[in-house]
């Protein structure tokens, strides 16, 4: 009885999400920002495409984790609203007819979603773990990070000023024309400290008062979007406070699903009314509906419909460089911010599944889909013994990633590789509750 009562409460959630969506899109989006290419044309959408995109992203209420059982489970809720709803819907709303495949594309996506939850049904793995010491465990994360700093302020100069939201693109300019002059490592210490470890000690900093963490973990993150504009940066502390409360209260692990579905959808809502009241408002809702969701599924209806009439990419751009032909002078992102907003200075990243079919088509999809769950059965086993509040708040950023970037860039540079090498030594929660001298 209490798994049918979970279970209706993660379709409701997810029903109240749709609705939420589609709302906000017919009545903001696509009149907010249509010269950006968010059109509706409600006349051309048929009743058979309405209900077949409804059917679709209701669908996988049935089974994802009602309760939070995994970490990994975190991040599959987030690719869900994050990714999944708007793929569905927005490439019809702009389109409105099947020319680019939309059909069937919905199709595989949701069969590729299915086949990423598969691995739920799976026992977890007896991995062998190296145990570290807590105290040791922590004062190398804390001096990689101090490391890092140091290495960031010797070259970009010591910078705590929060810029506008509406400068930051000044600011990431400006730091992508000083990172061309230095070493590629600075790249990723900066993507790995601001997507797991600043988080990693925000988390730590919630979940085990730890202020002094709490606080290393802010400022690190505050002096990297100083120095990199990066707005993901400074919300990252946000969504892993968001995500805190909701495994804090007293049903938000039963029912994480319909929590975090209804709040996302509370948030919108909100969101969208003080956008009317004033401009603060309406570029918050901006950075946080348009850019976080919406953005996610109007990419995909450009990625589709340029690589269904084109050669796709085969990754030739990338690690098959050399082995395969590429067909293109950009590279697909840069490539599509050149052919639909204009300009190849803008770099259209796109979520997982895209950038999969942009590389290899539908069979590309399929095998992404299966890999990353591998990676998060694995993460999900080594976990098992280690505070699952930290383990799945660890992963929380770095799969935001996922929802604009290539599976193998949120490895890499996105951290999220770095996060299952932190979740495997990452002391057990046991092991936490004993003092240390070396533990700040």
């Known amino acids: 009885m209490r798994n ?11 029903a109240f999400y749709v609705i939420i969506f589609n709302w906000c899109y017919v009545s903001y989006m696509q009149k907010w920002f249509k010269y950006m290419g968010y059109s509706y044309e409600a006349p051309h959408i048929s009743l058979a495409y309405i209900v077949f995109a409804w059917v679709l992203a209701i669908l996988p209420s049935l089974w994802m984790p009602a309760r939070l059982e995994r970490p990994s489970q975190v991040a599959y809720w987030i690719l869900y609203i994050m990714v ?9 709303f702009i389109y409105s007819y099947d ?5 069937l594309f919905n199709l595989v996506l949701s069969l590729c979603f299915l086949l990423l939850g598969m691995h739920y049904r799976l026992p977890l793995l007896s991995i062998p773990r190296i145990k570290i010491p807590s105290g040791v465990f922590w004062t190398v994360c804390f001096a990689i990070s101090i490391f890092t700093h140091l290495y960031m302020i010797s070259k970009f100069g010591l910078k705590l000023n929060l810029v506008a939201l509406a400068d930051v693109y000044d600011v990431r300019s400006s730091y992508k024309q000083a990172l061309a002059g230095s070493s590629g490592l600075l790249a990723y210490l900066i993507g790995w400290q601001a997507n797991v470890l600043n988080p990693l000690f925000i988390a730590r900093g919630f979940t085990a008062k730890k202020p002094f963490s709490l ?17 993901s940066v400074l919300f990252s502390g946000m969504l892993i406070f968001g995500l805190y409360i909701v495994f804090s209260l007293k049903f938000g692990k039963k029912n994480f699903g319909a929590f975090l579905s209804s709040g996302v959808s509370v948030l919108i809502i909100l969101l ?16 946080f509906v348009r850019r976080l969701i919406m953005t996610n599924g109007i ?9 269904s009439e084109n050669p ?9 460089k050399g082995m395969a032909e590429y067909p293109y002078a950009l590279e697909p992102p840069n490539l599509i911010g050149g052919i639909f907003y204009g300009t190849v200075d803008m770099s259209a990243n796109v979520n997982i599944w895209a950038d999969a079919f942009a590389n290899f088509g539908f069979t590309g999809m399929i095998f992404y889909s299966l890999l990353l769950a591998l990676f998060f059965w694995l993460y999900d086993s080594i976990s098992q013994k280690s505070d699952m509040k930290i383990t799945a708040l ?20 996105h951290g999220l590789l770095l996060a299952f090498l932190i979740s495997y030594f990452l002391p057990d929660s046991s092991s936490n509750k004993k003092p240390s001298l070396l533990q700040p």
């Open 394 to 413: 660890l992963l929380a950023v770095p799969s935001l990633s996922l929802c604009n970037s290539a599976l193998l860039t949120t490895l890499m540079t």
């Open 272 to 287: 969208s009314r003080i956008a009317v009241l004033s401009e603060m408002g309406f570029l918050i809702f901006s950075i």
């Open 215 to 231: 606080l290393f973990g802010i400022m690190g993150q505050l002096l990297i979007f100083s120095i990199t504009g990066f707005k």
């Open 312 to 320: 796709k990419a085969l990754l030739a751009h990338s690690i098959m």
């Open 84 to 92: 999944i709803v708007p793929a569905i819907f927005i490439p019809g």
């Open 299 to 307: 990419l995909t209806a450009f990625y589709l419909q340029f690589f």
């Open 4 to 14: 049918y009562k979970n279970r209706l409460l993660a379709i409701s959630g997810a």
């Open 99 to 103: 020319s680019a495949g939309i059909y």
